[in-house]
């Protein structure tokens, strides 16, 4: 069994990049990763997820997936492709309906041909069923994340104790986010239990009023910053789920889902070097 929260080395030989909600458009990461010169044999790439769907080429950023510098977590269409392919994984009655996933741009599944069947069922689907929930990079100040949606804790009743005993003087909030220690010491049953929030929440997103938000111009462009920009005890969180015309800095959280898919004057397949945004973001 995969686990939940899969964790990597700083890279000291290269660098690493960040890319927002792909969904399908394998064309445009190609252009992006011709921009900033990759370079396979030292740089890595990390998805936040969502490769697939709604864009032309779905089974080519799955393909991805075999690349040892190409690192992924789960998302929700992840979660729906899976759920379709493998009824019996089925949870929870929103995932019963396979139109949730065919209406949500998973109609391509079904356009396949023959080899394109073999090839999702016996190679792809295994690698997507081993996405972890969450990605941790590096120690100390270089550490970051990378997760789907938000870092939040999940079901209160079933975590809730876990969390508990982690503080003898704090009573635990249900819906409070997660810090690094937390991750750190998290088992991975009650990991499990937060899923929800990891890859379907917009709560943190929407805590980000653009109306409270401070507009300022950053290395990867226009950048919403809200009053609490971080939070105590997390490091750098990459996030995508809810498109936006900006990126968006709340809670430690840095929400890069440019919509690529929507392929609009407003919209982009976000890329981002993390050891050129990550020191600028720092002294915010």
């Given at each position: ?144 994340h990378v997760v ?14 876990f969390f508990a ?120």
């Amino acid at each position: 069994m995969q686990p939940l929260h899969k964790r990597l080395p700083s890279n000291t030989n290269g660098r690493d990049f960040i890319v927002g909600d792909m969904h399908g458009c394998y064309d445009l990461f190609e252009v992006e990763l011709e921009k900033v010169s990759f370079d396979p044999a030292c740089d890595r790439v990390i998805s936040v997820g969502d490769l697939i769907d709604r864009g032309p080429n779905s089974l080519a950023c799955l393909r991805l997936l075999k690349q040892p510098w190409f690192h992924a977590v789960l998302g929700n269409h992840e979660i729906m492709l899976l759920n379709y392919a493998y009824p019996a994984l089925r949870s929870c009655p929103l995932l019963q309906n396979d139109d949730l996933f065919l209406k949500n741009g998973g109609n391509w599944v079904e356009r396949l041909d023959d080899i394109g069947q073999t090839e999702l069922h016996y190679q792809l689907l295994p690698l997507v069923a081993a996405l972890p929930f969450v990605i941790s990079v590096g120690e100390g100040s270089d550490r970051y994340h990378v997760v789907h949606s938000e870092l939040l804790t999940g079901d209160p009743e079933l975590n809730t104790r876990f969390f508990a005993q982690q503080s003898i003087h704090e009573k635990p909030v249900p819906d409070r986010i997660l810090t690094d220690a937390d991750l750190d010491s998290c088992p991975e049953d009650v990991l499990g239990t937060m899923h929800d929030a990891m890859v379907w929440g917009r709560r943190v997103f929407k805590a980000a009023k653009p109306g409270q938000a401070q507009a300022v111009d950053s290395p990867a462009g226009r950048l919403l910053v809200s009053r609490k920009p971080w939070h105590p005890g997390l490091s750098l969180t990459y996030a995508g789920h809810t498109p936006a015309y900006q990126l968006r800095l709340h809670a430690s959280h840095l929400f890069l889902d440019r919509g690529a898919f929507k392929r609009d004057a407003n919209s982009c397949l976000q890329l981002l070097c993390h050891q050129h945004i990550h020191p600028w973001l720092t002294g915010l």
